[in-house]
């Protein structure tokens, strides 16, 4: 896959905010039975590759880009960090799935 697909959704408290990521076999929109549309905050693709630097050697670069044309969302800049905590879960103090 050269690409996947991503929703960033909020709780309803406004305190967190997820990145739910699929692939393109999906749409965007499918989602909606599962979460508020309120709570669906940007929608886009992304992509990745490596990038390693000296402190971390197996670091990414997460690349977000276009919009969902069935939630009518544009993707943001971001939203590369909530897909990249979803990536690399144990870089940011979270040793449990």
């Known amino acids: 896959m050269n690409f996947g697909k991503y929703i960033i959704i909020e ?32 929608a886009g ?6 990038k390693p630097t000296e402190e971390d050697p197996e670091d990414i670069e997460i690349s977000v880009f276009g919009k969902s044309v069935t939630l009518k969302l544009k993707s943001n ?3 590369s960090f909530y897909i990249k ?6 870089i940011y103090g979270s040793s449990s799935v």
């Open 45 to 50: 693709f992304f992509s990745t590759r490596a």
């Open 85 to 90: 905590r979803v990536l690399r879960k144990n």
């Open 77 to 79: 800049k971001k939203d």
């Open 11 to 42: 709780s309803s408290y406004g305190s967190f905010k997820q990145a739910i990521l699929f692939d393109s076999t999906m749409n965007h929109s499918d989602f909606l039975d599962m979460f508020n549309r309120n709570f669906i905050l940007s």
